[in-house]
């Protein structure tokens, strides 16, 4: 059965579009918080997820992200409204969600430092300070900085919402064919300009980037 990564919605919907490369990771899905986050796949799915703690960690120039998530759910008695998702707690998830996307592990590294979290912000959504948070939680442990290079499907496809994808682990399996085909978001040389700046950011290399957005 395919393998799938859950994500928040919005950062779905910015890996599919091209406007987040990276995913940030510290000790999800562990019944022992001790542990750390695990890379335990190298290709996978991204499931989109709705429910969420913290709602105000959307730079305001990616807000759109926030409508277009909706996308992402299959919501019987229509969507709900896009400010339902700027609440804490966000939206119940749907019965159904739709999975457009699919990525693969162009890079994995492990930082502690916020300075490297904060310059990788033009490869993000996110507002730095959530960023920064992700980092300083559990703060002994580094933060797994993961490069993504996604693809979109041909055609979306509607997978039902089973109990057992809730809960902390990041991975599921899903039971409907996905293909591993498609179009990269972005072209071979735009993500190969963008994975060395990358890897220039966290390796400690300095080079002239765009401020971060805010």
């Known amino acids: 059965m395919p393998t799938a990564f859950k994500e928040w919605a919005v950062t ?14 510290k000790g999800d899905g562990f019944r022992d918080d001790s542990k750390r986050f695990e890379l335990e796949h190298e290709r996978f799915f991204l499931y989109p ?8 960690v959307v730079r305001a120039s990616h807000q759109p992200e926030l409508r277009r998530a909706l996308e992402e759910g299959v919501w ?15 939206i119940p998830q749907p019965e159904r969600v739709r999975i457009r996307a699919w ?29 920064e948070k992700r980092l300083s939680w559990k703060r002994f442990h580094p933060l797994d900085v993961i ?6 499907i041909p055609r979306p496809v509607t997978v039902k919402v089973r109990e057992d994808f809730y809960g902390r682990n990041p991975w599921l399996e899903v039971t409907r064919d ?7 978001v972005l072209s071979d040389e735009e993500f190969d300009r963008a994975s060395e700046e990358i ?4 390796e400690g290399g300095v080079i002239d980037r765009t401020p971060a957005l805010v």
Do not use: M
């Open 199 to 202: 890897e220039a950011i966290v």
């Open 76 to 90: 019987p008695d229509g969507e709900p409204s896009a400010h339902a998702l700027t609440r804490d707690g966000g």
């Open 49 to 56: 997820t709705f429910e969420h703690r913290r709602n105000d």
């Open 147 to 152: 490069l993504l290079r996604t693809y979109r």
């Open 12 to 25: 779905v919907r910015a890996l599919a579009e091209g406007e987040q490369l990276l995913t940030l990771r």
């Open 103 to 131: 990525a693969e592990v162009a890079g994995h590294w492990r930082v502690t430092d916020p300075r490297t979290v904060d310059a990788l912000s033009p490869y993000y959504v996110w507002t730095t300070d959530y960023a």
């Open 178 to 184: 996905l293909p591993f085909e498609g179009t990269p």
